[in-house]
C-alpha cells in the first residue's frame, strides 16, 4: 500500500509535466476505455485525494487512479526510452509536445465527470496532506470505534486519508503503543499528539526521495522492515507480525520493549521473514 507522501510526490510530477498543455496523444490501454480519445484537451491539474490521483482535463472529464502496491507513473521527455515495465504493464500513456506520462500496472483507472469526483473519493477522511485536513475529526473517526486495534483504524482511509503500512509501524512506535493495542485504549496525551505527529512525517517526507522518521543519519526508520535486527532506542530485537482481517493481512513491525499493549500470538512474526527482506539502513 503506498503512502500519501508517494501518490503526493506522483501528483506533483504529473503535474509538472502535463498541466497547461494540450495533449498531442493519449492511449488508455483498457477495453472500457480502449476508444478514448483525448487528444486536443489540455490538462488542468493533477492533485492527490489521499492515495488518489485525479487528472484533470478541459471539457469536465477526469481521470482517477490508484497505485495501490504495484502501480506507478513515469514522466519522460519526448523520444526518451520508456523505463517502467514491459510494454504490456502499460495501462495509460499521456503526451504532450514535450512530455509523456506513462501509467503502468495502474489497477484502477477510469475516467469520469469532473463534478462526479466525490463519488470516488467522497468517502475519504481528513486528508493528512491535503487542504481539508482536520486533526479534531480525524481523531475522532479513529476513536469512534474504541475496540478496534489502533494499526486498522490508522490504515482505515475513512478516519484519515494518507497512511500506509509504513507511518503506521513508525507511528505506533513514536506513540508508544502496539498497533494491536484498542484504539480506545490509547492514553489521552497520546491521542492528542496522534494527528499532529502524523501530519509532520508525511509533510517532512513529501520531499524527500528517501522515506526518514528517525532523524539519524544512518538509519531511516524505526521499526519498519527491520526485524530481527535492535530496537534504535533499547536494543531489543524489532519483531513483525502480520496485522488485517485475513483478506487483508499486512506486515507490522514493532519494538515489544519500547511499545506496550496487546501483541499477536506468538509464532505469528516468522511467517513474514522470508516475504519481507530485512532493510539495509
Not at 510530477?13 to 490501454?29: C, N, P, Q, V
Not at 492527490?48 to 490508484?66: A, D, I, N, V
Request: aromatic letters at 6%; a positive charge.
Amino acid at each position: 500500500m503506498p503512502e500519501g507522501d508517494t501518490v503526493w510526490q506522483a501528483a506533483r510530477r504529473l503535474h509538472e509535466a502535463l498541466a497547461g498543455k494540450a495533449l498531442t496523444r493519449s492511449d488508455f490501454r483498457v477495453p472500457k476505455y480502449a476508444t478514448v480519445d483525448l487528444t486536443g484537451r489540455r490538462v488542468l491539474n493533477t492533485v492527490p485525494r489521499g492515495k488518489h490521483l485525479l487528472t484533470r482535463f478541459e471539457g469536465g472529464l477526469t481521470l482517477h487512479t490508484h497505485l495501490r502496491m504495484e502501480g506507478a507513473w513515469k514522466v519522460f521527455d519526448a523520444g526518451e526510452r520508456w523505463r517502467g515495465g514491459p510494454a504490456h504493464q502499460i495501462r495509460a500513456v499521456l503526451c504532450t509536445a514535450d512530455r509523456t506520462a506513462v501509467g503502468y500496472r495502474l489497477p484502477v483507472l477510469e475516467l469520469l465527470r469532473t463534478p462526479d469526483e466525490e463519488r470516488v473519493v467522497g468517502h475519504l477522511g481528513p486528508d493528512l496532506l491535503g487542504p481539508d485536513w482536520d486533526p479534531e475529526r480525524a481523531l475522532a473517526n479513529i476513536l469512534a470505534d474504541p475496540g478496534r486495534q489502533l494499526g486498522e483504524a490508522l490504515l482505515d482511509q475513512r478516519n484519515l486519508a494518507g497512511i500506509g503500512n509504513v507511518y503506521k509501524s513508525e507511528l505506533c512506535f513514536l506513540l508508544g503503543v502496539t498497533p494491536w493495542l484498542p484504539a480506545g485504549a490509547l492514553p489521552a496525551d497520546r491521542a492528542e499528539k496522534l494527528p499532529g505527529l502524523a501530519k509532520r512525517l508525511l509533510e517532512v517526507n513529501r520531499d524527500r526521495p528517501v522515506r526518514q522518521t528517525t532523524g539519524l543519519p544512518r538509519y531511516d526508520l524505526f521499526v519498519y522492515g527491520r526485524a530481527p535486527r535492535p530496537c534504535l532506542r533499547c536494543h531489543t530485537s524489532v519483531r513483525v507480525a502480520d496485522q488485517g482481517d485475513g483478506s487483508q493481512e499486512r506486515p507490522t513491525y514493532w519494538c515489544p520493549t519500547c511499545q506496550t499493549g496487546p501483541a499477536p500470538a506468538p509464532g505469528s512474526p516468522q511467517r513474514w521473514r522470508d516475504k519481507y527482506p530485512r532493510r539495509t539502513g
